[in-house]
C-alpha cells in the first residue's frame, strides 16, 4: 500500500485529512476512491487506513497501527560539505532510504559551490520535499530534517549535540595504520545519537581536521579506496545498517 505522512495527532473519532499534493497523487494519479486503504503516518507511527471520500481533499478512517520497525536504531546525522551540481539531491534521497536521521548541509572551505539566502531556503525546500518522497518510497516512520545550510562554525556548535562525532577523512585512508570504519563502528554501540561529517569534492581542509579534533571528532577511513562527497554518505549509512540491523 501507498504511505503518507500526515502532520498531528490521532483524534478521538479516529478520522484525518490528506490534502495538497498527497490528496492528488492518491485521487488523480493512484486513482483510489471511497473504500481502498493507504498507510498513514502519524506522529511516527504507521497505521493502515481507509479511505472515506477523495474528492478534493482525502477524508480517511485510521485503523490499527502497524508494527514494523523500521527506523535505524541509531539517530545519525549526515553533516555534507555542499558539493557541485545536484549531488546533494542525490545524496538525500539515498541516504534516506539507507536510514539517516537529519542532514546538515555546510559552507565547507574547499566547497566550490556558494548559496546565497534566498538559494539556500530554495534548495532546502526541494531537498526536504526529496526525503518526504524517499521516506515514503522506502516505507520509513520518519522523515529526515534538512536543516538551512551552516557555516563550519555553526557546524561544530551543532556538533556539540551529539553523542558522537565521526569524521571520514581520506588521509587515514592513505595511511595504513589508520582507523578502519568497522572499527569506529563498533565503538558507537553506546551512542544514541551520531554526526557522519564528509567533506565536499576537495576533501576537509587542515584548519577543520584541527577544529573538529578539538571538538572530540573521531576521525576514520573508509576503505582503501577514496570514495568521491557522493559515495561515502551511503558507504557509512550501509556500514551503519549492517552493524546495528
Same mark, same amino acid.
Given at each position: 500500500? /501507498?504511505?503518507?505522512?500526515?502532520?498531528?495527532?490521532?483524534? $478521538?473519532?479516529?478520522?484525518?485529512?490528506?490534502?495538497?499534493? $498527497?490528496?492528488?497523487?492518491? #485521487? +488523480?494519479?493512484?486513482?483510489?476512491? *471511497?473504500?481502498?486503504?493507504?498507510?498513514?503516518?502519524?506522529?511516527?507511527?504507521?497505521?493502515? #487506513?481507509?479511505?472515506?471520500?477523495?474528492?478534493?481533499?482525502?477524508?480517511?478512517?485510521?485503523?490499527? &497501527?502497524?508494527?514494523?520497525?523500521?527506523?535505524?536504531? +541509531?539517530?545519525?546525522?549526515?553533516?555534507?560539505?555542499?558539493?557541485?551540481?545536484? +549531488?546533494?539531491?542525490?545524496?538525500? /534521497?539515498?541516504?534516506? *532510504?539507507?536510514?539517516?536521521? =537529519?542532514?546538515?548541509?555546510? =559552507?565547507?572551505?574547499?566547497?566550490?559551490?556558494?548559496?546565497?539566502?534566498?538559494?539556500?531556503?530554495?534548495?532546502?525546500?526541494?531537498?526536504?520535499?526529496? #526525503?518526504? %518522497?524517499?521516506? *515514503? /518510497?522506502?516505507? @520509513?516512520?520518519?522523515?529526515?530534517?534538512?536543516?538551512?545550510?551552516?557555516?563550519?562554525?555553526?557546524?561544530? #556548535?551543532?556538533? @556539540?549535540?551529539? $553523542?558522537?562525532?565521526?569524521?571520514?577523512?581520506?588521509? %587515514?585512508?592513505?595511511?595504513?595504520?589508520?582507523?578502519?570504519?568497522?572499527?569506529?563502528?563498533?565503538?558507537?554501540? $553506546?551512542?544514541?545519537?551520531?554526526?557522519?561529517?564528509?567533506?565536499?569534492?576537495?576533501?576537509?581542509?587542515?584548519?577543520?581536521?584541527?577544529?573538529?579534533?578539538? =571538538?572530540?571528532?573521531?576521525?576514520?577511513?573508509?576503505? &582503501? @579506496?577514496?570514495?568521491?562527497?557522493?559515495?561515502?554518505?551511503?558507504?557509512?549509512?550501509? =556500514?551503519?545498517?549492517?552493524?546495528? *540491523?
Amino acid at each position: 500500500m /501507498q504511505r503518507y505522512f500526515i502532520e498531528g495527532n490521532v483524534p $478521538d473519532n479516529r478520522r484525518m485529512t490528506i490534502t495538497g499534493d $498527497d490528496a492528488k497523487h492518491i #485521487a +488523480k494519479v493512484m486513482r483510489q476512491t *471511497e473504500g481502498d486503504r493507504l498507510i498513514a503516518v502519524v506522529g511516527e507511527a504507521a497505521y493502515a #487506513a481507509t479511505i472515506l471520500s477523495a474528492e478534493y481533499d482525502v477524508e480517511i478512517e485510521i485503523g490499527e &497501527p502497524l508494527d514494523a520497525v523500521v527506523e535505524m536504531p +541509531k539517530k545519525a546525522t549526515i553533516a555534507c560539505g555542499l558539493p557541485k551540481g545536484d +549531488k546533494l539531491d542525490l545524496i538525500v /534521497q539515498k541516504a534516506t *532510504e539507507l536510514g539517516m536521521h =537529519a542532514m546538515i548541509p555546510f =559552507a565547507a572551505e574547499r566547497s566550490v559551490v556558494k548559496w546565497d539566502a534566498a538559494k539556500s531556503e530554495k534548495k532546502s525546500a526541494r531537498l526536504q520535499k526529496i #526525503a518526504k %518522497e524517499a521516506a *515514503e /518510497q522506502s516505507h @520509513r516512520t520518519h522523515i529526515p530534517h534538512i536543516h538551512t545550510i551552516h557555516s563550519f562554525k555553526e557546524l561544530l #556548535a551543532a556538533a @556539540r549535540k551529539f $553523542d558522537a562525532i565521526v569524521v571520514a577523512y581520506e588521509e %587515514e585512508a592513505r595511511d595504513s595504520a589508520g582507523t578502519r570504519f568497522a572499527e569506529t563502528v563498533k565503538s558507537l554501540y $553506546d551512542k544514541d545519537s551520531i554526526l557522519l561529517v564528509f567533506g565536499p569534492e576537495g576533501g576537509i581542509s587542515g584548519s577543520e581536521v584541527a577544529l573538529l579534533k578539538e =571538538a572530540g571528532a573521531l576521525f576514520t577511513s573508509l576503505g &582503501p @579506496r577514496i570514495l568521491r562527497t557522493e559515495t561515502a554518505p551511503l558507504y557509512a549509512l550501509s =556500514a551503519m545498517s549492517y552493524e546495528f *540491523e
